[in-house]
Nanobody, 124 residues
Framework: QVQLVESGGGLVQAGGSLRLSCAAS????????VGWFRQAPGKEREFLIR????????NYADSVKGRFTISRDNAKNTVYLQMNSLKAEDTAVYYC?????????????????WGQGTQVTVSS
């Protein structure tokens, strides 16, 4: 079983950037497909982006394409979410999630393991 911990959230002005980290323990993160989601108050948890075991394949939601980038460093057991050109509507709690086997990866139910989330607030 893998445990995930997000970090790097905070307060940033619109147009700014943040890099979130998802650090794993318990098992090598290289064994998992990893995705990032976010949830704003009163809204459903939204898929943003995911990366394959090797890091070669990625998949983005339209809402973040061109602004957010996912990467992984399996040697550090960490996946990163680089967020650029942030907007007020990006304000949410951001979660990383992991799944062990191939399959759908755009829904909350597609993942087996979750971090506790990190708050991102973008001021306009």
């Amino acid at each position: 079983q893998v445990q995930l911990v997000e970090s790097g959230g905070g307060l940033v002005q619109a147009g700014g950037s943040l890099r979130l980290s998802c650090a794993a323990s318990g098992r090598p993160l290289s064994s998992y497909i990893v995705g990032w989601f976010r949830q704003a108050p009163g809204k459903e948890r939204e898929f943003l982006i995911r990366i394959s075991w090797s890091g070669i394949s990625t998949n983005y939601a339209d809402s973040v394409k061109g602004r957010f980038t996912i990467s992984r460093d399996n040697a550090k057991n960490t996946v990163y979410l680089q967020m650029n050109s942030l907007k007020a509507e990006d304000t949410a709690v951001y979660y990383c999630a992991a799944r062990r086997y191939p399959g759908p990866t755009r829904s909350r139910d597609d993942y087996d393991y979750w971090g506790q989330g990190t708050q991102v607030t973008v001021s306009s």
